[in-house]
């Protein structure tokens, strides 16, 4: 099987202004085939519509780790305490969102997908071991090592980090093709991977699409998503914006200072917080708050 052209999306998280231009421009490159990586939902106001979207294409999908956190609310299986507290307010706000379809949908996702078009990949969310464990730019090589041997191919395709990437090992190569709907590599454009298969193996093609992000922060005033979601849609709005994390480490930084997150300690956070910081740095300066 030669000449194979297979599209990989991940990380859409709700957002349907950038899974639309990303349409579009798979629809130009005239894929064989594609595949989605997981976290269709979560951390977005649309995730009924995306979910449809993607069924209506009939493009194949795994099961991210926010499948999971989303249907754990559908079907009442988190703490008490997640009901009432602010911090998970968005999370509720975005299961009830979910229609009755696209929680079946979801529910029927695999963990794991391979091509039909040609051999040799291996699409998961996380990684192989589960869709919450992070490959990026500071797993060490012996790791990504250890995830190809325990695959049958020398390809293994990821999302879950939010951030693109290459990386070549003795065994193989690892890729993310970076997020649709959330980058975190301070680059707003929505962001998939066009794979190309030959003879002589697969080439990668790393793709950004210009999206109107004003749509996105309309569309989270307009749904309701930003009175319901609280200090969590305040966040993820910055993400948005600033294509950075910053949700999960206000949570840390919150959760080390003794508090529960809230839309008061915002200010405070920011003043702490520099997005351009590679995380790992941010952790190390967290750590030493303790002292």
């Known amino acids: 099987m030669s000449g194979k052209k297979i599209a990989v999306l991940a990380d859409i998280h709700g957002n349907m202004p950038a899974l639309r231009a990303v349409l579009e421009d798979v629809d130009r490159q005239e894929p064989d085939e594609v595949l989605v990586a997981g976290d269709l939902v979560g ?10 979207t993607i069924a209506e294409r009939g ?3 795994l099961r991210g780790n926010h499948e999971d956190y989303l249907l754990a ?19 509720r706000w975005m299961a009830a969102e979910l229609e009755p379809s696209a929680v079946r949908f979801i529910e029927e996702l695999p963990f794991e997908l391979r091509p039909e078009s040609a051999g040799g990949l291996l699409l998961v969310h996380g990684s192989p071991r589960s869709n919450n464990d992070g490959l990026g730019p500071w797993t060490s090589d012996e ?19 939010h951030r693109p990437m290459i990386r070549s090992v003795r065994n193989g190569r690892v890729v993310n ?9 301070h680059d707003q454009r929505a962001q998939y991977g066009i794979f190309h298969h030959d003879k002589a193996g697969w080439r990668v093609e790393l793709r950004r699409v210009p999206y109107d992000i004003g749509e996105v922060l309309r569309i989270y005033e307009t749904s309701g998503f930003q009175e319901a979601g609280g200090v969590t849609a305040e966040l993820l709005r910055l993400e948005v914006r600033r294509a950075a994390p910053f949700l999960v480490p206000f949570i840390r930084w919150a959760r080390l200072l003794g508090s529960k997150p809230d839309s008061e300690q915002v200010p405070e956070f920011l003043d702490f917080y520099d997005p351009d910081e590679p995380l790992h740095d941010f952790f190390i300066r967290l750590e030493s708050l303790k002292s």
């Open 59 to 61: 493009w194949r999908c």
């Open 73 to 91: 609310f559908v079907h009442r299986e988190v703490p008490a305490e997640w009901w009432h507290e602010g911090e998970w307010a968005a999370s």
């Open 43 to 52: 951390r977005g106001p649309e995730g009924s519509r995306v979910v449809a």
């Open 177 to 185: 093709p970076g997020a649709v709907g959330l980058p975190f590599n």
């Open 143 to 161: 790791k990504l090592v250890r995830h190809l041997e325990a695959i049958d191919e020398d390809l293994l395709v990821c999302g879950h980090t």
